[in-house]
């Protein structure tokens, strides 16, 4: 299954993605507010992309490709939270937005789901202001939620209902 947007194509993961894949998770600026510390070896990426080969039905996960190049990941990881990354050279170029914009169809077209959620870093403004953008609004707050690389994480979580 692909889906496409004017600059992006939004694909199912593929086992020659590991390097592209590598590029983003070993990169201290992408993995800076994500759920685990940057990627040291291919190998951890290896288990990465190969969790993101199997199917499941609480998730729905794309490789975003620009220009035939992997710049990042877009999806449901455990339905209905949905999360994005993209590799920094791919930043503050809209692509984040195109690619959460055309996920987000997705979701409410083939998912029976009221809403999406997210989990954001209160300090991750970038993330934050893209999800606002979207349309996601602020649900509450919790201290000390994720305890990554010896440093407490916060979280935001937000939602969006689906449209009428």
């Known amino acids: 299954m692909e889906l496409r947007t004017a600059r992006l194509v939004l ?27 940057p990627h040291e070896t291919l190998a951890e990426s290896a288990a990465y992309l190969d969790d993101m080969l199997v199917a499941a039905t609480d998730r729905d996960l794309f490789i975003v490709e620009q220009a035939g190049r992997v710049i990042g990941r877009v999806g449901m990881w455990k339905q209905p939270e949905v999360g994005f990354i993209l590799h920094p050279d791919s930043w503050g170029r809209g692509f984040g937005y195109e690619a959460m914009q055309a996920f987000i169809a997705h979701a409410f077209a083939t998912h029976d789901i009221p809403e999406l959620t997210a989990d ?22 919790a201290e000390r939620t994720f305890l990554i690389g010896g440093e407490w994480f916060d979280s935001v979580y937000l939602a969006l209902r689906r449209p009428s």
Do not use: C, Q
């Open 11 to 37: 694909r199912r993961a593929r086992p020659g993605d590991l390097d592209d894949v590598h590029a983003i998770l070993s990169d201290p600026r992408a993995m800076r507010y994500w759920s685990t510390l």
């Open 120 to 141: 954001a870093d209160p300090r991750n403004e970038a993330s934050l202001g893209l999800l606002r953008k979207l349309g996601f609004v602020e649900t509450g707050r």
